[in-house]
């Protein structure tokens, strides 16, 4: 007999009674965060919420695309090189004599002075 299968059998009765009251739990908070965002939403836009999605239901099966209402639509945050480049191109560029170097070009040495030392420390030890 496989000694692992039957000590997951086991054990099942406890590990599925704390999930139990873990999602009970889950469930309350989850209501709690749910009655706060509805609060907050303005009611004329609530309404028009549930139009909108009252008409997608009804027609999602003859035309998928009704669905797409249902599609999240969120903007990608640039990455750390884009916001550093898009910051030297505003400011001054690293050649540029010190006196003249904007806030944002300094910044930008020191992360890659930091970076250095970190990958310098990394190949030490």
């Keep these: 007999m496989n000694d692992s299968n039957f000590c997951k059998m086991i054990h099942m009765k ?3 009674c704390q999930k139990y009251k873990l999602a009970k739990n889950g469930i ?3 209501g709690r965060a749910f009655d706060r965002l509805d609060e907050a939403a303005p009611s004329h836009l ?8 009252r008409v997608s239901q009804s027609s ?4 998928s695309a009704a669905m797409d209402l249902y599609d999240i639509n969120i903007k990608k945050a640039p990455s750390k090189k884009e916001i550093e480049l898009r910051l030297l191109e505003d400011g001054n560029a690293r050649n540029a004599a010190p006196s003249h170097r904007s806030v944002a070009t ?3 040495m ?3 002075i930091e970076e250095a ?5 990394i190949k030490i030890q």
């Design 46 to 53: 609530k309404t028009e919420w549930l139009a909108q999605e």
């Design 28 to 30: 309350a908070k989850s």
């Design 60 to 63: 999602r099966i003859r035309d």
């Design 110 to 112: 020191g992360l890659a």
């Design 117 to 121: 030392q970190i990958a310098l420390l």
């Design 106 to 108: 300094w910044i930008s």
């Design 14 to 16: 406890r590990t599925l």
